[in-house]
Each structure stands twice: as structure tokens, then as C-alpha cells.
């Protein structure tokens, strides 16, 4: 005989604790539990029957996995919760007795938790770890952000933790611009979305999205818990500093980047980085090194000496790909004074580093240097935290000050500006050079198509073409007339990409297109109306000799010549014959699937109505899309004739 | 206590003095310095107790006698070796200082070896500072820590005030010391030091109290049996060695004589180790007494001394009731243990076992966690990620296209809707430029939400069923392939007033319809054109159903009206031997029995007697109508057996009677049912077998009329059956019912439906099977019609195929009532069908 089953042994019952029978094994805190909970990625379920989960009782109940419970029991932050607390008595003990060296003692042996062995723990492996970056980097590039009293009298934030953030996404971003590894920008209305591609374990890719908010103060709600944000900043900051570690590491080079204090105070955020590489394997190459070191350090006295502009900084990795393209001793073009120092006395360069962004240079595809023959100047208006970045990482080179005439001032390509200006102080500005004054949205799409677009349309002033999300085909509505509507603009923006007068030509190629459009419409809405009555029965009807002969006999009496009426007659049939033949098709279709749904078993006919809902909001969806697109592009003819 | 060899001492308190270093802030103490470790210990520790010099100083310069005499005897209690106290107040005070000195060095001496010094204590501390020294020592430490430094700094000063102090002025300055400035003791010139002098005391005369008066004996035995001694001549030894003899002792008669004699004898006692008797002094005497009297031995005792008020009376109110006893010595003098215990430890950290507040060997921040050798762990079926956040839209773009912005009602609907019904979190808007979009409010918001999601959201896995939809609809041969079917209306056969045509029946040989209409008409038609070629006006209400015999040598038509059958007959539409046959069929009875009217039929069952089977009159004969059966009740449907002779009609209202057995050769009619299941919808003869069904509202039961028993019940499933037909072959068998279904049994099968199906949107009226072709249809209050492909193989094992071929549409729908009657035209595709709008239709392929 089988074993007999008790209620409550097995399946949901057992699989399942409560939030409060879990607080009671574990023996912690309600606050612990959660911060446990964050910590280690422990999460409610849902069971499948609610009721048997809770035996029996249908109060409302937060269940958790009865393993992930048991698991806590051992997990060594626990001890360190614990120990935590013995420590906070013994000192709250020793503070109130006032004996201030025994507080001392204790607070030097305080206990820390270490959160290592957790990101090892839920993400076994390399590639798991980028998958999950988003939120933590989300969160940092947020808090990097926040003052350190967020919200008046709570939580605070301490000030090295937000300094750590910014560190931190300092170094994200120093890794992206060396690796180029930048793919898609997309300016939304919450913040810039960034994506990148990052080399997880065996090279595989993974792609890591961010979004960075507008640097603004950021509006706090009062109701929001700092101590939760501040638990899983914790872990994120771990997780990232890893993730770093083992990103710098494989690009050999040293992590943490040295920070340039100097540069550091004057505001710079990604460019107070210096990239160290590792020594590790100098060997037989230390000699040429050294060569080169020597080069180097000469050549820097020799600039410092001259006159330098002090704001203009650019990427090292770019000048040592540079250089390594140049010939030898040729005097590069761009110098800063800071810099120079910095060789002087900083690490020095190895080979291998030279190597290595030599290499990474030629490996890198062209759409990852898409703006390295350009040098952009930023206008003081434009965010320079974002557009030096992805500038730089899309290896183009940045200046953000015009005000010392140095010869960088005329490797300026193009200059980003975001507020109108007259073609008058445009022209005084170039100064007799040629720049390509182009907005901001320019940098955005031009890396979201992998390619230099026209600037026709991004000049300062100018309304922009829509922004796209570089992420529309997943999960988006199909809108062709879009993609239509672009190609033909890049096309005829290429075709005619110099000339002055393209604008004017594009739009009126696209006035007629409408026209056309609206006039076949106009024809199908009169179609009814076109043909006499008759003719329109028989067309509807051509096998019917009766209804012939009736249209024959109206068409005399119009006054129309027999071979016109028949031309009229086969338009008329072959109209409707298009007109009714999808439609027909279609109608015939749907009655035989109806038929056929008919034999359905009820579950699958409830599963088919189901799929078929969403479908169908899908479908409302994007009509409700075109419908309005072809509302307005009717007001806007209307607004161009009058 | 032996008296101490006072010049040794002094000398030794000398050399000892010469060798210390004289500090001024150290607070090194008295430990001789004896190895090279000890030293280094020591400038280490000068090094790092100079920040405390100074207080200590300002104690030490104080000339003042009592403070350094309590400082020794702070000393003494710090380091205990007690013996020495309980003499203070007896001993001569002139001896006092150098032995208290002597006692010190002693103290040192064994502390190098048995760890029991003050100096380790101190060095211990001097360690303890030397690494926290960034920590600011503060005295309040702890109570212990406290008195510690302040044993160290008296010693400070007591050693300070040692090896400043000459000789001569100590001897000037110290009360205690002055009995040798007295001359009680007399200066000698010393024999170790070229030129020194000793001072020399008489020895002490022992008194009384003093321990070596008690012990005044000569013999040195000890306290052994003396009766070891008993063969000897001697009773043991003196203090030289030499031996003791015995005393003479006289015999018995002699101790008699003496006791008698002596008046002093009975307070004498017999003292053992001397073997002699002892005369007891008074004081001794005394005791004895007392103690005979049970009183305290100590004559000096006073058991009514008056009693001292500490705390109470006059003065001696105290606010708290503390106690002002003194302070019990355990309470400040330190516990040996803890100090050996504490000495392992400095012993430890002296050797470099234990290196204090060593920093941890700390785990650098980052190292490398991953490598490329490391496995995923296997995705447990609980295990379940929380999902990524949506890549953003372009609907969220700053600028996007113009059709995605919000119209007004748009804009109104998303703000009315609550936060967490929104499809978008935010409301899509358009910027000219970059510099004009403006903070987001609700970023810090979002992400908080995010985090809440992550670790406080129950998480449940749902199965995206990524199949497509189509993959669900059954694969059917498609409609075209099962032609011939009907498909549309060729023939609509029209009634006056538009009258609801409850019934239609088909002819077996096809050229006919027989309507039967509410206005209580039999109509008949010519199939094929659609022209009225027939009629009887039964005048008792409304047809109810009407049936043609299926036998093809006939022509019989039976209509039911209310408490009414009519067995009619267009005899003159049909060929003269069909109707002569016809005639034969239903006119036999009467011929037999030469009577107009029959009941009963012969048959003797109870209540069978109100059925009359009546010959109508001559005009009506001549129409056509061949026999009326009047019946109880009204009957609403006729069934006919396959031969044509026998035919089944239903009464619902006709309690017991409502199913009927009629025999048109005989004229006899059966109640095959003494008592009925239920109130019975539908009946109907099986084709092969003489098997009988009758429909109530849920069961369809099958009888074996020959055998008079029940075969099966079939339970349909449905609410309330309709309609009910039989395949031509007996073994399938379809119902209809009024709420909406329609169930197929499979009668080898099971006594569950094999489908049922819901296709129709109101009540199903009819179902007919076709009598030949693979076809059945079914009419309902919808006004449609499905016709249906039916495959019955042969093959057991194979399920009938059921196709959905046709919706024929054209009844219109009148007072919520569709299509009523179905009937198959046989041999063809062909069907007709009758609707309440007055209306029989003919569908043709």
C-alpha cells in the first residue's frame, strides 16, 4: 500500500513560509530580513494555490521559497548581522558610561560585512553579471546625482558614497571610451538611454543599457525609503567595482584608474581618469620603452615651454593610437600642459599598452570610429558630460573652449550648439574657417544609424527631424511609413547634400507624392459617385446581360459613345473588381476560419480569444497611430496652402 | 621571624640603587635591570610615558613623609606579600624600614622568575599604549587601569625619593627609621665595606604573644607518639642535638605521696614531650576555668561592652544607607590569578607570539571574482530572474514623430486613470531642442519602485505560450473538397400573413413539401418551383409537426394538431397505384371492422380508451384525409418507423399517455410507458433495430421495444434537449438543445456526448441528419443554418470526422424566433427549411 499522504507534509505547504515564520527560523529583525533579502536576491512567490500555501488560512500572506529560507540560515552575513548588533550594545553601552577608549576599541574592531562572496553567488559567471547591469547602473548614475540629504531630516546619504558613485560611473564611462564599445544614444524625455556592448565571459557580447537623468536636481518624494536604495546601492557598487575590475583587467590595465586631482577639481568627469597600464610583462621590450618614454618626456618639456591652452585635454588612448600611426618625432598637433606633466611624472606608457591600443584601433570595426577624423567643440550650452563622452568613445575629439587661439582651433570640424544663432555670428566665429554647425540630435542619430548622416536639418534654429528610438524593433509597432519617410529623406539628403537649395527640393517632390496620394484616395471616396448607376450595377454584376443592357440603354441616353462606355465598363469592373477581391478574399477566409474555430475544444477556443485580444489592442494600437499621423499630415497641408 | 642581617640588606638596598638609572618621569619602578631585553623594554617605555610625566612629577617632588609612607604601604597591598602588616603596630619600629626594603627586593627578585612583578604589569601597559598611541590615554579607562597608574606613580616616587635621599638625611627625616638616630642600636665598623659601619641591635627578648615564647622547648622531637621513646633512656633531643634523658620518675607510690603531700599537685599536668609534670600558672588556671564554665577563655573579654553607633544617633544620620564599613580588601587588591594570567599573555607578546591590534590581513576591495572557467549553476525550476526593464520606445524620445503625442481626451484619460493602470508612466511630449526638455520628476520615483519590485514583488513563472494561433484551430479538409452541400436559397416557398411555419417534411421521392403553418393549413408544394399544389385546413389551431412516411410506395403524411392526428394523403397528385397502396394501408382496419370509429384498437391496456381512431366524412375523404386519431393531449412531434407502419407521436401534456405507438394497418395504438422518466421532448425508431429513443430534457433513453426493457441511457450534458435525430446507420445520434448546443454521441462509444459543440448564439430548433449523404444540419433562433460533413467510417477505432461546412443565412428573425424545421430532400443535397418569419426555404448545392 502506498504511503498514506498527511496535509500539510508536502507540495505547497511545504514549499512555501511566510514572511513571519521566516523572521521567526532566521531569528532577525524584520529590517535584517529585508535588507537580507536585497542583499542576497531573495524575492516573494506566488504559489500556485495561495490557500494551500498558508494551510489552510486565506489571509492575505507574503510567501517565500521554504529553500531560500533555509539557505539564509548559513549565509555568513547573517553572523555579521549578529555580530553587528552585539557590537552596537557594547558601544551605545560603553558611550552612556563615557568610557570614550572602550568606545574607541570597539568601534576600530567594528564589524564590517564584506559583500564579495554574494556577487559570486548570484552571478556565477562573468556574463550573468553584465546581463543584470542595468538597474545597478541605473541606480548609481542616480545617486551620483542626489545631494546628500535627499529628503530633509531622513536618511542621509553619505557624501563618499555619492562620491564613489560618480567614481564609479567615471570609470564605466573611461572603459567605454577606450573600448569604443559605445553602440546606441537615445534621448528620451526621463534621460539619455546609453547602450554598450561589453566583452562577457569567452568574448561573448552582452548588451548593457543605462539611463542617465538630465543633470538636474532631482526631485525626492518624501515617501521614498532611502535605507532600501541605500541597501541595494550597496550591492550595486560592489557588483560594479568588479564588474571594473575584471573590465580594466582585461584590458590590462590597472584598476582603480589613477584620478588627476587637478583635473579632478576643475570639474572634469571622465577625463580626470588616467589610464595606467599593467607592468607586469615588460621583459625584453623595456628598452624601446624607454625610447619612446624619453621621447615623450622631451617632447613634453618642449611644449610646456610654449604657449598651451590650458582647457584643451583629449584622450590619451586616442593620442597614443595617434602616435603610433605617426612617424617618428613628428610634432603632434595637440598639447596640453597638464598632460605633459602628467607623462612626466606619471607611470609611463608601455609597449604593451601602445600595443594593445594599436591593435584594439585596428580590430574596431569603422562605425566605432565613426567621428574619429572630426574634432567637435562643444558649446557651453550642450552637456558636455554626455556628448564628450560619447564623442570620445565614438573616437572623435572634443575641444570646449574657443577662448585662447591655439592651432587646435582649426582642426574644429564641427560645433554642437543648442540655442539659435544668426548666420552672422556663425560666420564670425569660423572665422573664415569652415565648421558644420549642427544640434545635439545629430551625435545621437548619427551613432544610432552607424553612420555620418547629412546636417541638413540638425542647424542651429532648425526643427529637428523626429527622434527615433534605436530600439524600435523590439517590442514596437511595425510603422513602415516611417521607415519610408526616413529613407527617402537620407537618400534625397544624400543625393543633394551640399547643395543650398536641398531643402526646398525635398519638400516639394513630397508635396506631390501627397498630392498624388490624396488624389487617389480622392478616387476611391468618389468612386461610387464616378460611374452612372447602372454601369455601376453591371460592372458590379458583368455576367448579368439584363443589367448590361440596362447601362447600355443609360449610356445612350447620357450621350456617350458605345467604345467609351466600354472603356467605362471594363475600368468600372476592374475598380471593383480590385476593390472587392481583398475584401471578398478575406470575408471568405474569416467565414472559414469561423467554420473551422467551431470544432475547437473549449480551452483552445478561450487560449485562440486570448491571443487574439492582444492582438487585436496591437492592431487598434497602431491604427489609432496612423490616424492620427494622417490627421496631421492633413492639418499641415492644409497649413502649407493657406 | 629570625632578626635580619641588617648590613647585608642595607648594602644590597645600595648597589641596587646605584644601578638603577634616577628618572625623573619614568615610571620603570623598582625592577633591577638584569638582561639586554629588560633594558630595551625600559627606554621604550620612557619613550612613550613622557606625555604623563609631568602630572607624575608633581607628586613625586613633594617632600612630605606620610605621603611617601603610604605610598609604600599602597605598594605593599598592590604586590601582596601580608605578612609583614599584622607586625606593624608590635614591632620595633627601628627595624622597620630596612625590612620593608628588604621585602621590596625580594619581591623583585622572585618576579623575574615567577612573572609575579609590578614591572611586567607595567610593561604590559607600556605595550599597550605603545600601539594605540594615536589614542589619547585617558584615565577614566576603566577602575582598575586607574589605580594601576596610580601604584605606578607612587612607586615613581617612592624610588625617586630612594636615590635622592642621602643616608644621613633619611635617618633625619623618617619618624620610623629615627630609633637608629635613638641609639638603640650601637655602630660597628663593617666587615665587607673598607670603612663603612653597621649598626647592630640586641636581640629581641621574646615574649609572651611572640611566637618563639610559646615554642620554649627544649625537646625537638616533635610532635610524635612518645611512647617511641618508651625503651630508651632518653626522651629525645635539645636544640644542640644532645640528648634529653629521662627524668627520674618515682613509682606510683611516690606520685601518691607527692599528690597527697604537694597542695600545689592537682593544679599540675603532666607534660608528655618533658615526661615531667608541670605546674600550671594562674592564667592557665583561669582558662581551664572558663572553659569548664562554658565562658570565653580570654578573661579580658567583655561581652557587655557598650556598642559603638556607626550609623545611628546623634551625628550619625546619614542620607543613604550606605554602609561605612570599611572598604573589604578584596575589593582594591588586585586577584592574583587575573595577574598570572594577564603575565601569560605579556610573556606571549614579549616572545612575539602575540602581536597586539595587529591589522588584519584584509582582503583587498576588488580582486578577480570571475574567470572564464566558471560555471553557471544549473536554473533550478524556482529559480526565477527578475524580468529587465523594456528598452525605451520612441514614444518616450524627446522629440517624436507628431502622432504620438497625446491628443486632449487622450491627455485627460491618462490623468484620470489611476498611477498604476497607466500604460505609459509618463506623458509623451515634444521639444524643440535638447537644451528645453526638463528634469524628469519622477526619476528617483521610478527607481525606488524599481527596487521595491525587485526585492518585495511576488514573483510567479507564466508560461508564454509562443505558439501560433492558428496551430490551434483543428486541420479540416476544407468545404470545397466535401461537395456537394447546400449553399444557397433556390425555392422560397411563401405563406400568406406571413404565419410562422412550425413544420416541413419532405416526401420520399422527392417532389414535395408539406408545410404545416400556425394558421392551422397544410400546405403542399411542388419542390422544384415553388408553387402551392395542396392544402388541408384541419381547422383545430396550429399544425404542430407533420411527417411523409418514409415508405416510397406510399404517400402518407401525418400532421398533428391539438388532441388531433391526421393521416392525410395528395392522392391526386401521385400516381394511381401509389395511392391505391396508400389507400389499402390506411383503410384496411376500417374495411376489416366496418366501423367509422375504433378504440382502443383491440388492445385492453388502461387508458388507451380515449384514443378513437375516427374515419373522417366523405368531403373530407375526398381531400385526402384519411383517418383521425384523436388523441389526449396535444401531440407536438411524429416519429415514423422505417416500414411506414408504425409511427410514435409525443403529447408532453398527456401525463402517462404522452408517447404513443400507433399502427396504421391496425389501427391500434400502444402507451408503450406505464410511468414516463421525465416530461419527454423527442422520440424516434431506430432504423435496424426494434430499438426505441425517447428524449426527456437531459436523457436520451434507448428501449428494446421487442424485449420491453431499457438498453442505455445516454446523458447529453445539455440543459434542455430540443431536438434529436439518428444516423441512418443507428449507431451516431445527434441532439440539439435550447442552450445553444449540440451533442454528438457516438452510441458504441460511451453514454457521453463524443462532441458537443457551441456555434449557435441562440437555441438550437432542429437537427436532421441526411438520409443518405454524409450531411446533418442544424437550425436555431439565430436564423442560420450550419450544415455539418459527417464521416462515419467503418473502423471502430476512428472517430467520425465532423466538419463545419456552410452558414446558410436568409430567415429573418421574428419575435426572437429563427429557423423552426429542418428536412432533407432525399437522395439530393438538397434542404428545406421553415422559419417563424413565414418563410420555407429550399437550399440547393
Not at chain 1, 343 to 364: D, E, G, H, I, K
Request: proline share 6%; hydrophobic share 35%; aromatic share 8%.
Amino acid at each position: 500500500m502506498a504511503k498514506i499522504k498527511r496535509k500539510g507534509e508536502s507540495g505547497a505547504a511545504k514549499n512555501y513560509v511566510t514572511r513571519n515564520q521566516a523572521l521567526k527560523k532566521l531569528q532577525i529583525s524584520l529590517s535584517d530580513f529585508r535588507r537580507l533579502c536585497i542583499l542576497k536576491g531573495i524575492y516573494p512567490r506566488e504559489p500556485l494555490n495561495k490557500k494551500r500555501a498558508n494551510k489552510g488560512s486565506s489571509a492575505p500572506a507574503t510567501f517565500y521559497y521554504h529553500k531560500d529560507i533555509q539557505y539564509l540560515l548559513h549565509e555568513p552575513l547573517l553572523v555579521k548581522f549578529r555580530e553587528h548588533k552585539s557590537f552596537a550594545k557594547k558601544l551605545a553601552r560603553a558611550l552612556g558610561r563615557g568610557e570614550w577608549a572602550l568606545a574607541k576599541n570597539l568601534e576600530d574592531a567594528k564589524p564590517v560585512a564584506r559583500l564579495d562572496h554574494l556577487v559570486k553567488e548570484r552571478y556565477p559567471t562573468f556574463t550573468l553579471a553584465l546581463q543584470d547591469l542595468q538597474d545597478p547602473l541605473n541606480l548609481v548614475h542616480l545617486f551620483s546625482t542626489l545631494p546628500t540629504n535627499p529628503i530633509p531630516g531622513k536618511t542621509l546619504v553619505p557624501s563618499s558614497v555619492i562620491a564613489e558613485c560618480s567614481r564609479l560611473i567615471s570609470e564605466w564611462k573611461v572603459w567605454a571610451i577606450r573600448t569604443n564599445s559605445l553602440r546606441k544614444i537615445f534621448l528620451g524625455v526621463k534621460g539619455i538611454y546609453y547602450e554598450c556592448e561589453v566583452p562577457g565571459q569567452g568574448g561573448e557580447l552582452v548588451k548593457v543599457r543605462w539611463l542617465e537623468g538630465y543633470e538636474f536636481q532631482q526631485h525626492v518624494p518624501t515617501d521614498v525609503d532611502f535605507r532600501i536604495l541605500l541597501t541595494f546601492l550597496d550591492l550595486y557598487r560592489t557588483l560594479i567595482s568588479f564588474t571594473l575590475f575584471k573590465l580594466y583587467t582585461e584590458e590590462n590595465l590597472v584598476y582603480p584608474p589613477p584620478l588627476d586631482v587637478e583635473l579632478d577639481e576643475r570639474g572634469e568627469s571622465v577625463g580626470a581618469f588616467r589610464l595606467v597600464e599593467k607592468k607586469d610583462n615588460l621583459g625584453v621590450e623595456s628598452s624601446k620603452v624607454s625610447k619612446k618614454a624619453v621621447r615623450k618626456a622631451i617632447r613634453g618639456i618642449k611644449a610646456s615651454t610654449g604657449d598651451v591652452d590650458a582647457d584643451v585635454e583629449m584622450d590619451e588612448d586616442e593620442q597614443d593610437g595617434n602616435e603610433e600611426d605617426d612617424e617618428e618625432f613628428v610634432e603632434r598637433p595637440t598639447k596640453s600642459g597638464e598632460e605633459v606633466e602628467d607623462v612626466a611624472t606619471a607611470p609611463l606608457t608601455t609597449y604593451n599598452s601602445l600595443l594593445a591600443t594599436s591593435s584594439n584601433a585596428a580590430s574596431t570595426s569603422k562605425q566605432n570610429l565613426l567621428f574619429s577624423p572630426y574634432t567637435f567643440y562643444l558649446s557651453r550650452e550642450t552637456s558636455s558630460r554626455t556628448w564628450e563622452f560619447v564623442i570620445r568613445a565614438m573616437g572623435g575629439k572634443i575641444i570646449t573652449s574657443l577662448n585662447s587661439p591655439t592651432p587646435s582651433d582649426d582642426s574644429i570640424t564641427h560645433v554642437i550648439i543648442d540655442r539659435p544663432i544668426t548666420v552672422e555670428r556663425m560666420r564670425e566665429m569660423e572665422n573664415g574657417r569652415k565648421w558644420t554647425w549642427i544640434q545635439p540630435q545629430w551625435v545621437a542619430d548619427c551613432v544610432n544609424r552607424q553612420k555620418i548622416i547629412s546636417s541638413e536639418g540638425y542647424h542651429p534654429g532648425q526643427l529637428l527631424p523626429p527622434h527615433l528610438s534605436p530600439w524600435d524593433g523590439e517590442g514596437e509597432l511595425a510603422r513602415p511609413w516611417l521607415e519610408d519617410q526616413q529613407n527617402a529623406a537620407i537618400t534625397a539628403a544624400q543625393e543633394e547634400a551640399d547643395q543650398e537649395e536641398d531643402a526646398i527640393e525635398r519638400d516639394a517632390p513630397e508635396e506631390e507624392d501627397v498630392s498624388e496620394d490624396e488624389d487617389v484616395e480622392d478616387e476611391e471616396e468618389t468612386a461610387g459617385s464616378k460611374y452612372p448607376p447602372a454601369l455601376l450595377a453591371s460592372s458590379l454584376d458583368p455576367e448579368n446581360v439584363s443589367l448590361l443592357h440596362a447601362a447600355e440603354l443609360e449610356a445612350e441616353q447620357n450621350g456617350v459613345s458605345h467604345s467609351a462606355f466600354r472603356n467605362q465598363l471594363k475600368e468600372a469592373i476592374k475598380a471593383n473588381a480590385k476593390d472587392a477581391s481583398p475584401k471578398s478574399q478575406v470575408g471568405k477566409k474569416g467565414g472559414e476560419e469561423d467554420l473551422r474555430k467551431i470544432m475547437m475544444s473549449n480551452k483552445k477556443a478561450k487560449l485562440y480569444e486570448k491571443m487574439q485580444y492582444s492582438n487585436r489592442e496591437k492592431a487598434a494600437e497602431k491604427e489609432n497611430l496612423e490616424r492620427k499621423r494622417l490627421a496631421i499630415e492633413k492639418r499641415k497641408r492644409k497649413e502649407a496652402r493657406v | 621571624m629570625a632578626p635580619r642581617n641588617a648590613t647585608a640588606s642595607s648594602s644590597r638596598a645600595a648597589s641596587s640603587s646605584i644601578s638603577r638609572p634616577v628618572k625623573s618621569n619614568g615610571i620603570a619602578g623598582p625592577s633591577t635591570i638584569r638582561n639586554k631585553k629588560r633594558a630595551v623594554q625600559e627606554v621604550s617605555e620612557d619613550e612613550d610615558d613622557e606625555e604623563f610625566g609631568a602630572a607624575g612629577s608633581g607628586i613625586d617632588m613633594s617632600d612630605d613623609e606620610d605621603a611617601e609612607e603610604e605610598d609604600e604601604e599602597v605598594d605593599e597591598e598592590a604586590f601582596p606579600e601580608f605578612d609583614s602588616e599584622i607586625e606593624d603596630d608590635n614591632e620595633q619600629d627601628g627595624d622597620d624600614e630596612t625590612q620593608e626594603e628588604e621585602e621590596e627586593l625580594d619581591d623583585e627578585e622572585s618576579g623575574s622568575e615567577s612573572g609575579y612583578n609590578s614591572s611586567d604589569i607595567e610593561a604590559m601597559y607600556g605595550e599597550a599604549d605603545e600601539d594605540d598611541d594615536q589614542e589619547d590615554y585617558s584615565p577614566i579607562t576603566s577602575p582598575s587601569s586607574s589605580h594601576k597608574e596610580l601604584s605606578t606613580d607612587e612607586k615613581l616616587s617612592k624610588m625617586i625619593a630612594k636615590n635622592s635621599i642621602k643616608p644621613d638625611d633619611s635617618l633625619g627625616t623618617d619618624a620610623k627609621i629615627s630609633r637608629a638616630k635613638e641609639g638603640v642600636g650601637r655602630l660597628v665598623p663593617s666587615k665587607l665595606v673598607e670603612g663603612g659601619y653597621k649598626r647592630e641591635y640586641d636581640d629581641y627578648e621574646a615574649g609572651y604573644g611572640s611566637e618563639s615564647s610559646t615554642e620554649d622547648n627544649p625537646n625537638t622531637v616533635g610532635n610524635i607518639p612518645m611512647e617511641w621513646y618508651d625503651d630508651l633512656p632518653h626522651i629525645g633531643y635539645d636544640v644542640n642535638g644532645r640528648k634529653i634523658f629521662r627524668p627520674a620518675q618515682g613509682d606510683e607510690l611516690d606520685k601518691f605521696l607527692s599528690n597527697t603531700e604537694d597542695p600545689a599537685a592537682w593544679t599540675s599536668a603532666e607534660d608528655k614531650l618533658l615526661q615531667q609534670s608541670v605546674q600550671l600558672t594562674d592564667k592557665e588556671l583561669d582558662i581551664i576555668r572558663r572553659l569548664e564554665r562554658a565562658e570565653n577563655p580570654d578573661a579580658d573579654y567583655d561581652p557587655y561592652q557598650p556598642t559603638i553607633e556607626w550609623f545611628t544617633g546623634e551625628g550619625n544620620e546619614r542620607v543613604m544607607p550606605l554602609s561605612a564599613a570599611p572598604e573589604p580588601k578584596r575589593r582594591f587588591v588586585p586577584s592574583k590569578w587575573e595577574h598570572k594570567k594577564i603575565m601569560k599573555i605579556v610573556k606571549a607578546i614579549r616572545e612575539g607570539r602575540i602581536i597586539p591590534n595587529k591589522p588584519s590581513a584584509a582582503k583587498p576591495t576588488v580582486y578577480a571574482i570571475w574567470s572564464e572557467s566558471d560555471q553557471s549553476n544549473l536554473q533550478h525550476a524556482m529559480y526565477m530572474p527578475a524580468p529587465q526593464l523594456p528598452p525605451p520606445k520612441t514614444i518616450e524620445s524627446y522629440n517624436p514623430p507628431e502622432e504620438y503625442l497625446l491628443t486632449e481626451e487622450e491627455k485627460k484619460e491618462w490623468e484620470e486613470t489611476d498611477k498604476e493602470d497607466r500604460k505609459i508612466d509618463f506623458l509623451p511630449a515634444k521639444y524643440d531642442s535638447l537644451r528645453l526638455v526638463p528634469g524628469y520628476k519622477n526619476l528617483v520615483q521610478e527607481r525606488f519602485e524599481r527596487c521595491l519590485d525587485l526585492y518585495l514583488a511576488p514573483r510567479t513563472r507564466k508560461v508564454k505560450l509562443n505558439i501560433d494561433p492558428e496551430s490551434l484551430i483543428p486541420k479540416l479538409p476544407a468545404p470545397k473538397e466535401l461537395k456537394p452541400f447546400p449553399i444557397s436559397t433556390s425555392v422560397v416557398y411563401r405563406h400568406p400573413e406571413s404565419s410562422r411555419v412550425r413544420s416541413v417534411s419532405t416526401s420520399p421521392d422527392g417532389l414535395w413539401v408539406a408545410t404545416g403553418s400556425e394558421d392551422g393549413i397544410v400546405r403542399v408544394w411542388d419542390l422544384g418551383n415553388g408553387r402551392e399544389v395542396w392544402k388541408w385546413n384541419l381547422k383545430s389551431g396550429a399544425i404542430q409537426h407533420l411527417s411523409f412516411s418514409p415508405y416510397k410506395d406510399e404517400c402518407l403524411l401525418i400532421a398533428l394538431v391539438s388532441g388531433k392526428i391526421a393521416v392525410l394523403s395528395p392522392l391526386a397528385l401521385v400516381s394511381p397505384s401509389v395511392a391505391a397502396n396508400t389507400l389499402t394501408h390506411a383503410n384496411t382496419a376500417f374495411a376489416s371492422s366496418a366501423a367509422t370509429t375504433k378504440i382502443g384498437a383491440g388492445k385492453d391496456i388502461k387508458g388507451v380508451e380515449s384514443i378513437k381512431w375516427v374515419r373522417p366524412n366523405e368531403s373530407e375523404r375526398e381531400r385526402g384525409v384519411l383517418v383521425y386519431v384523436e388523441v389526449p393531449g396535444t401531440p407536438k412531434q411524429v416519429s415514423w418507423h422505417r416500414k411506414g407502419d408504425y409511427f410514435a407521436t409525443v403529447a408532453s401534456d398527456a401525463s402517462n399517455k404522452s408517447v404513443l405507438i400507433h399502427q396504421l394497418s391496425k389501427h391500434s395504438t400502444q402507451s408503450p410507458f406505464k410511468k414516463l422518466p421525465g416530461q419527454v421532448q423527442k422520440v424516434i425508431f431506430h432504423p435496424s433495430k426494434p430499438h426505441f429513443f425517447v428524449a426527456t430534457q437531459r436523457y436520451i433513453r434507448q428501449y428494446d421495444l421487442s424485449s420491453q426493457t431499457l438498453v442505455r441511457t445516454l446523458q447529453s450534458g445539455v440543459k434542455w434537449i430540443s431536438s434529436l435525430d439518428l444516423h441512418p446507420r443507428g449507431d451516431n445520434l445527434i441532439i440539439g438543445s435550447y442552450d445553444k448546443k449540440l451533442a454528438w454521441f457516438d452510441l458504441d462509444l460511451s453514454n457521453k456526448p463524443y462532441k458537443t459543440l457551441r456555434y449557435h448564439t441562440k437555441a438550437l430548433r432542429s437537427v436532421v441528419y441526411h438520409p443518405t449523404l454524409p450531411l446533418f444540419a442544424s437550425a436555431s433562433d439565430d436564423g442560420t443554418i450550419h450544415i455539418f460533413h459527417c464521416t462515419i467510417y467503418q473502423d471502430l477505432m476512428q472517430n467520425p470526422l465532423i466538419v463545419p461546412l456552410k452558414i446558410l443565412r436568409g430567415h429573418k428573425i421574428t419575435d426572437g424566433i429563427g429557423v423552426l424545421d429542418l428536412s432533407w430532400v432525399s437522395g439530393k443535397p438538397w434542404l428545406v427549411s421553415s422559419g417563424a418569419d413565414g418563410e420555407v426555404r429550399l437550399w440547393c448545392s
